[in-house]
């Protein structure tokens, strides 16, 4: 999936897109941790530097637009943005990412994503990303969640994330993080990356789910996640990530 990332961040048409909606947009490379490091120790490394390319993107004016290989990067991207204000988060993934090191069964990190952004894991690691601070369950908000295994299920109704239908946004922070893991859309759209399950919402819908988180709060930042081009054998998540981008650009000058 890192993969996906570097194809579109490398996407004239995107960058096209980009420029179509009003900006001039340019591109930040977050270099690789160590290789010879632990696991646990590059995601770590990582997620400082990019905590601190998001805040000088901030400072300098522009909107960070974030297109990460896995979802553990939006600690990194809220610390980053929200520079210390309540934020809120609106999260459209298929997967609810509240994996913790006590329950999770895959070994891997990203699914604990949204546990690390919110304090329920790897709490001391996180402590030392700049500018991080645990954001209220209750103020995140899982659109097109489906895929769960039961312990999953579990974890996800014993917490305060609120969920929704897709273009339905409950109020939340004053200022929100605009999470979309393009496994999120309906398998009938494209097939995003290995996970990618059906049941999911249209593209239509994704695009109305992020007018509607513009209309609700400020956006301080939004991220593009988990393509696995790999899996997109026709282009349809391509495409897609095109559309989106283009529509996230678009409100986020409206909101300056």
Same mark, same amino acid.
């Given at each position: 999936?890192?993969?996906?990332?570097?194809?579109?961040?490398?996407?004239?048409?995107?960058?096209?897109?980009?420029?179509?909606?009003?900006?001039?947009?340019?591109?930040?490379?977050?270099?690789?941790?160590?290789?010879?490091?632990?696991?646990?120790?590059?995601i770590?490394?990582?997620?400082?530097?990019h905590?601190?390319? $998001?805040?000088?993107?901030v400072?300098?004016g522009?909107?960070?637009?974030?297109l990460?290989?896995?979802?553990?990067?939006?600690?990194?991207?809220?610390?980053?943005?929200?520079?210390?204000?309540?934020?809120? $988060?609106?999260?459209?993934?298929?997967?609810?990412?509240?994996?913790?090191?006590?329950?999770?069964?895959?070994?891997?990190?990203? $699914?604990?994503?949204?546990?690390?952004?919110?304090?329920?894991?790897?709490?001391?690691?996180?402590? &030392?990303?700049?500018?991080?601070?645990?954001?209220?369950?209750?103020?995140v908000?899982?659109?097109?969640?489906?895929?769960?295994?039961?312990?999953?299920?579990?974890?996800?109704?014993?917490?305060?994330?609120?969920?929704?239908?897709?273009?339905?946004?409950?109020?939340?922070?004053p200022?929100?993080?605009?999470?979309?893991?393009?496994?999120?859309?309906?398998?009938?759209?494209g097939?995003?990356?290995r996970?990618?399950?059906?049941g999911?919402?249209?593209?239509?819908?994704?695009?109305?789910?992020?007018?509607? &988180?513009?209309?609700?709060?400020?956006?301080?930042?939004?991220?593009?996640?988990?393509?696995?081009?790999?899996?997109?054998?026709?282009?349809?998540?391509?495409?897609?990530?095109?559309?989106?981008?283009?529509?996230?650009?678009?409100?986020?000058?409206?909101?300056?």
């Open positions: 999936m890192g993969a996906g990332a570097a194809l579109l961040g490398a996407d004239k048409d995107l960058h096209d897109e980009l420029a179509a909606a009003g900006w001039s947009p340019t591109l930040e490379r977050i270099a690789a941790a160590d290789p010879g490091a632990g696991e646990v120790t590059r770590f490394d990582l997620l400082r530097a905590a601190r390319a $998001v805040r000088a993107a400072d300098r522009a909107f960070p637009l974030v990460a290989g896995g979802c553990i990067s939006a600690s990194a991207t809220v610390a980053g943005a929200a520079a210390g204000r309540q934020a809120g $988060v609106v999260w459209l993934d298929a997967h609810a990412d509240l994996d913790t090191p006590a329950d999770n069964l895959s070994g891997s990190m990203d $699914v604990q994503a949204l546990a690390i952004l919110t304090g329920g894991a790897w709490q001391a690691a996180a402590a &030392t990303i700049p500018g991080f601070t645990p954001l209220v369950e209750h103020d908000c899982l659109v097109g969640v489906r895929d769960l295994a039961g312990y999953q299920r579990e974890r996800l109704a014993a917490s305060e994330v609120r969920t929704a239908d897709a273009g339905a946004v409950p109020e939340l922070a200022c929100v993080y605009l999470h979309v893991d393009l496994d999120v859309l309906d398998t009938s759209v097939t995003a990356n996970y990618a399950a059906p999911g919402p249209s593209l239509d819908e994704v695009l109305a789910t992020i007018d509607a &988180t513009f209309d609700a709060a400020t956006v301080v930042a939004a991220a593009l996640t988990a393509y696995e081009p790999a899996y997109d054998r026709d282009g349809a998540i391509r495409a897609a990530a095109l559309q989106i981008a283009r529509r996230i650009a678009t409100r986020a000058l409206e909101q300056r």
